[in-house]
């Protein structure tokens, strides 16, 4: 052990973050504060790479849920072991922070928090601003190359050829989701030489791929308020629905060149890709989910009165909502040059049915590239959550998308990070 007058201050740190994202921003400051001498090493050329394109930019930093039991539930089986950082460092906590620090927050759609500047960078620029001021030495562009130990804990991690050493290391290095920013994944090799049990990780909230040309047609459009129902084993050869019904999610779904995605899609493409292994997986997209099928038709068939001398093609924009009625079209029996008068009552009700269940078939998840969160990582039953601390080093504390923790979109990911990285800094 090195005395005072033999620390190297090049060298020697009370606290090592290893990454700079969410998590270990927060670590690193909440150390700081405590007046520990910390260093930041992050392989980007900057901080907070992620999360600056978190909430399609805007940033969700956390969900208003007040209920802390409410609130836990979106961790599945994980919320047992979260009440005690979630008690350090909570829902309010957060909004007392970025408050208190000049960057007020405001409450959309399902509870989810955003910076009153609707702009990610401000709140990675805060938290760069913030290590600043408290002193946290910040290397970047510095790839760590290896973490070293022995038989008491970690002893070093070396970066370039030289060895950093301090009392006490913080690996956030984040999970496998958006590689581009730094998330490749390299926390959980070392984890798994440090003698941990990493779960393989898989991209959970991701977007869908679809077969169906007419939905890659309509990349950019929006839904606000559908349904979608999703099917299993269905066969090829059968009319889309055939198969077994697993189960259907209201909400926004957003069309893209490859396929769906939004808020909607992504919270249900863990429980679709477990249907993946029965076979072939379809789904239907309800147009009019509070609207039953004969309202529905009532209301078509006023619309087809109003229009009887038109084709039928200029009349589906009034029964569609915008941006589908060529999507309709092409799903559509009914020629598009029809006159309205001239439809059958048959084609009529089909068109109905449509509106209700427009079918397609889905490919498979998008991988890591598209995913705003993979699973995966440190089974929790091998973390101290008291203080972050590991069980198998105990002079090493792990953070945010290194924990193998499932959770939904909507600011959940992000209070994680912020809750394990203040608890991590609070007990370095």
């Keep these: ?8 201050l090049e060298t020697d740190y009370d606290v090592i973050v290893v990454g700079g994202g969410a998590s270990g921003m927060m670590a690193a400051y909440t150390a700081a504060l405590r007046d520990l001498r910390v260093l930041v090493i ?16 805007r940033c969700n930093i956390t969900n208003a849920e007040e209920d802390v039991h409410t609130f836990l539930k979106n961790y599945g089986k994980a919320n047992k072991f979260l009440y005690s950082p979630f008690s350090q460092f909570g829902v309010k906590d957060t909004f007392d922070f970025f408050e208190s620090h000049g960057l007020p927050l ?21 938290m760069e601003k913030l290590l600043k001021k408290r002193g946290v030495v910040v290397k970047l562009g510095r790839p760590v190359k290896k973490i070293m130990r022995d038989e008491n804990g970690v002893t070093g991690v070396v970066v370039d050829g030289t060895t950093y050493i301090a009392k006490t290391y913080i690996l956030a290095t984040g999970g496998l989701s958006h590689a581009e920013t730094g998330s490749s994944g390299d926390g959980f090799g070392w984890l798994s030489d440090l003698g941990h049990t990493v779960a393989e990780p898989t991209p959970s909230i991701v977007p869908l791929s679809v077969k169906d040309s007419w939905v ?13 129902t999703f099917f299993e084993n269905a066969r090829p050869d059968d009319p889309v629905g055939r198969g077994v019904k697993k189960f259907q999610r209201k909400g926004k779904i957003l069309f893209t060149h490859f396929g769906l995605s939004g808020p909607l899609i992504l919270n249900s493409a863990h429980a679709v890709a477990d249907l993946f292994h029965a076979g072939v997986v379809t789904a239907t997209i309800d147009m009019y989910p509070d609207t039953d099928i004969g309202t529905l038709e009532s209301k078509i068939i006023k619309i087809f009165d109003a229009n009887k001398n038109k084709i039928f093609k200029s009349v589906i924009k009034e029964c569609v909502p915008e941006g589908m009625t060529e999507a309709v079209i092409s799903n559509s029996k009914i020629d598009s040059a029809k006159k309205v008068h001239s439809i059958t009552r048959e084609e009529r009700r089909a068109f109905v049915e449509l509106l209700k269940a427009m079918p397609l078939t889905i490919t498979g998840l998008m991988g ?21 601390r590991s069980l198998k080093c105990p002079n090493l504390a792990i953070t945010g998308d290194l924990l193998h923790v499932n959770r939904p979109s909507g600011g959940f990911s992000l209070q994680l990070c912020w809750t394990s990285g203040y608890v991590a800094g609070m007990h370095a």
């Design 42 to 57: 992050d392989k980007n050329k900057r901080l907070g790479e992620k999360l600056s394109i978190t909430g399609g930019g």
């Design 216 to 228: 890659h047609k309509l990349s950019g459009v929006s839904l606000s308020f559908m349904k979608i």
């Design 368 to 388: 890591y590239d598209r995913a705003v969160i993979a699973d995966g990582g440190v089974s929790l039953s091998e973390v101290d959550m008291r203080t972050m």
């Design 1 to 8: 052990m090195k005395t005072k007058l033999e620390t190297n």
């Design 106 to 126: 405001v409450v959309e759609a399902r509870k989810r928090a955003f910076p009153e500047t609707m702009s990610a960078e401000s709140v990675r620029t805060l």
